[in-house]
C-alpha cells in the first residue's frame, strides 16, 4: 500500500508540473516576457505573438472571445505589470488582462507549437504576426513588458 502511495504522489505531481509547463507564456510579468527576435515579436520562449484585423486600435477591448479565444490564447499580464513604450493594457470582457502593442491586443496561436512557429500568419487574411523594424538596438532583447 505504501508503494502505490507513493507512485500516486509522483503521479500527482508529474500531472501538475506538466500542466505548469506552458504557464509562463501566460499571465507573467517578467521583464522579459516580450522580446524582439529576428525581427518578430514573441515570448521570451519563442512563442510567436499576432495581432487580429478585427480588433480596432486603441478600443481598450479585444474582439476575439470565446471559441477565438481558444484558439487565439491572449497574451495574459498581471494587472500591476509596468509597461513601456508602445505597450498597453486591454481589459477583457472576464475582467483579465490582457497585453498591447500600439492598441492592438496580442494573442498566441494554439498551433504554433515549437518556438519560432508561424504558422498564424495570415490566417483568414486578419490574423498577423508582429514585425518590429529590426536595430542592433532592439534585436533579440527582452522589450521591459
Avoid at 505573438?49 to 486603441?58: L, M, P, S
Avoid at 481598450?60 to 513604450?85: F, Q, R
Avoid at 470582457?93 to 494573442?107: E, F, S, V
Wanted: hydrophobic share 35%.
Amino acid at each position: 500500500m505504501t508503494h502505490l502511495f507513493k507512485l500516486t504522489v509522483v503521479a500527482i505531481c508529474t500531472f501538475i508540473l506538466a500542466a505548469c509547463a506552458g504557464t509562463p507564456d501566460v499571465k507573467t510579468s517578467s521583464a522579459d516576457f516580450i522580446k524582439v527576435s529576428n525581427g518578430i515579436l514573441t515570448s521570451s520562449y519563442g512563442k510567436t505573438v499576432y495581432t487580429f484585423d478585427k480588433d480596432q486600435t486603441g478600443s481598450g477591448k479585444s474582439e476575439c472571445v470565446m471559441t477565438c479565444a481558444d484558439n487565439w490564447p491572449p497574451v495574459y499580464v498581471e494587472p500591476a505589470i509596468k509597461l513601456s513604450g508602445d505597450f498597453s493594457i486591454v481589459n477583457r470582457n472576464d475582467g483579465q488582462k490582457q497585453l498591447a502593442y500600439k492598441g492592438k491586443p496580442l494573442y498566441f496561436f494554439v498551433k504554433d507549437t515549437k518556438p519560432g512557429d508561424k504558422t498564424g500568419d495570415n490566417v483568414n487574411n486578419v490574423w498577423h504576426v508582429v514585425c518590429l523594424l529590426y536595430t542592433s538596438d532592439a534585436a533579440d532583447e527582452g522589450l521591459g513588458v
